[in-house]
Each structure stands twice: as structure tokens, then as C-alpha cells.
């Protein structure tokens, strides 16, 4: 048996509710309601929401940090190190706008490539050496600024595509429990949703 810590990034409160860069809550939501699980809040330290389950008899941890996106650290931190998770174990995941709305990628590991969440994990657990799967959600015309982009919503066009990425990432995450890094990427990466 092991034990898999999935961490899905975003900023807490309704303001921030569908933004994207909320799309990492929206994936671990759609786990949750497939799953019929509860996220239940933690207090004490960097707070957190948490749900848990089982995958084939591998303890699933899900977390969604709800300290501001570029505090994430610290609560991936706790619950990695205190359940003794290996780096290996863990998928974090979130939005990249490098990537084309309606594509996910998983990679094994590299640098925070200007998320800010990312470079919070990084610098909270040491090392770059952790999966994640990145949320496509296309790069901002150039009279937005990148901070303004990620802050605004999904267009009704992008969100009939959202919601379907959404679907297929959760049943990824799956993948990743079950079969580990490279068979999520083979069957995840060349995929476009539109």
C-alpha cells in the first residue's frame, strides 16, 4: 500500500471562485464529487481543505491550500512531511499558460516557470524533483498583463472546454494513483480537447 498526497492549486474565498487560475480547486472538486467526498478544513499552521480516500488500496490525500497562490508552500509541505509521502507521490496541479486551452501535460519534475504557486512548493519542500500536471489556459492578449489574466474568468466558449478538461484530468489523476508518472503521460499528454 501507498500513499499519494494530490495537491490542486488555486487562491481561497468566492472571489477567486472559476478563475483561471482556480482551475487546479476545480479538478480536486470534480475528484470530490465523483468520489463522494468532502473537503473539510484544516486550521492550525498554513491552512488547508482536505479530502481522503481510497484507490485500489492506495491512501489518496487531496489537498487545496487556501493560504493566497503564492503561499501554497507550506501546506504541501506539512501534509507531504507529516504522512512521510515520497516526492514521487505527490501531483500538484495547475494552470500554465503556456500551454493551450483544452491540453493537459504531466511532467516528472523542473522549475516554477513563473507560478507562483509552483515556486512556493519548491521552495517550502527543497527540491524541484515532484510531478504535476499542468492545466492549459492559453497565453493573455498582449494588452493583459499575465497577473490580470489568471485572475479573470473563463469566457462561456472556454468554460464548455474547461469543464471537459476538468473531467479528464480528474480521471487522470486516477491514472497517476494507479499506474504512476509515465502512463499518465503517455495517455494524457497528445490529447486536445475542444
Known amino acids: ?105 504531466f511532467v516528472r519534475s523542473g522549475g516554477a516557470g513563473g507560478h507562483n504557486g509552483i515556486r512556493s512548493i519548491i521552495q517550502a519542500l527543497g527540491t524541484k524533483a515532484f510531478p504535476r500536471l499542468k492545466i492549459g489556459i492559453d497565453r493573455p492578449p498582449p494588452e493583459i498583463p499575465g497577473e490580470r489574466y489568471v485572475l479573470g474568468r473563463f469566457d462561456r466558449e472556454s468554460r464548455t472546454i474547461v469543464e471537459k478538461v476538468v473531467e479528464k484530468a480528474s480521471e487522470a489523476v486516477t491514472v497517476f494513483v494507479r499506474h504512476g508518472i509515465q502512463e499518465a503521460m503517455n495517455r494524457f499528454n497528445g490529447i486536445s480537447i475542444s
Open 1 to 105: 500500500m501507498h500513499q499519494f498526497l494530490i495537491a490542486g492549486l488555486g487562491n481561497p474565498g468566492e472571489k477567486y471562485r472559476d478563475t483561471r487560475h482556480n482551475i487546479g480547486f476545480m479538478v480536486l472538486d470534480k475528484i470530490a464529487e465523483s468520489l463522494e467526498l468532502s473537503f473539510r478544513q484544516e486550521g492550525k499552521g498554513p491552512r488547508f481543505a482536505s479530502a481522503d480516500t481510497r484507490i485500489d488500496g492506495n491512501r489518496v490525500i487531496f489537498i487545496k491550500p487556501l493560504e493566497y497562490m503564492n503561499r501554497s508552500g507550506p501546506a504541501v509541505a506539512r501534509v507531504l512531511f507529516f504522512y512521510k509521502i515520497p516526492t514521487d507521490n505527490l501531483l500538484v496541479i495547475h494552470d500554465d499558460m503556456d500551454i493551450e486551452l483544452g491540453r493537459m501535460k
